[in-house]
Nanobody
Framework: QVQLVESGGGSVQAGGSLRLSCAAQ????????MAWFRQAPGRGRERVAT????????LYADSVKGRFTISQDNAKNTLYLQMNSLKPEDTAMYYC???????????????WGQGTQVTVSS
């Protein structure tokens, strides 16, 4: 059974940093697409960062490019999102997700964590 558990959210002032973690279990971690999504109240879901199986390719939304970094530790089956230079508009619930169907840029990932809240104050 696939399980994803996020941690690391919190409140920070604009310009600050946070690192989110996503502990994964129950599947062959290195063969799956993994991504971080976020959703703010009243707004649609946004895929902010994607990492392809094996970690050789990463993609970022324009809104976070140059500020966020997605990475993974295969030995720990853990996905990370390092978020620097945070802005109030980054405030959202952040979710990690994984999918084994091979198209990493999809929005309908089939496994999701419970989410962790990030709040950035000005």
């Amino acid at each position: 059974q696939v399980q994803l558990v996020e941690s690391g959210g919190g409140s920070v002032q604009a310009g600050g940093s946070l690192r989110l973690s996503c502990a994964a279990q129950g599947y062959t971690y290195s063969r799956y697409c993994m991504a971080w999504f976020r959703q703010a109240p009243g707004r649609g879901r946004e895929r902010v960062a994607t990492i392809y199986p094996g970690g050789s390719t990463t993609l970022y939304a324009d809104s976070v490019k140059g500020r966020f970094t997605i990475s993974q530790d295969n030995a720990k089956n853990t996905l990370y999102l390092q978020m620097n230079s945070l802005k109030p508009e980054d405030t959202a619930m952040y979710y990690c997700a994984t999918d084994g169907r091979g198209f990493c840029q999809r929005m309908d990932y089939n496994y999701w964590g419970q989410g962790t809240q990030v709040t950035v104050s000005s």
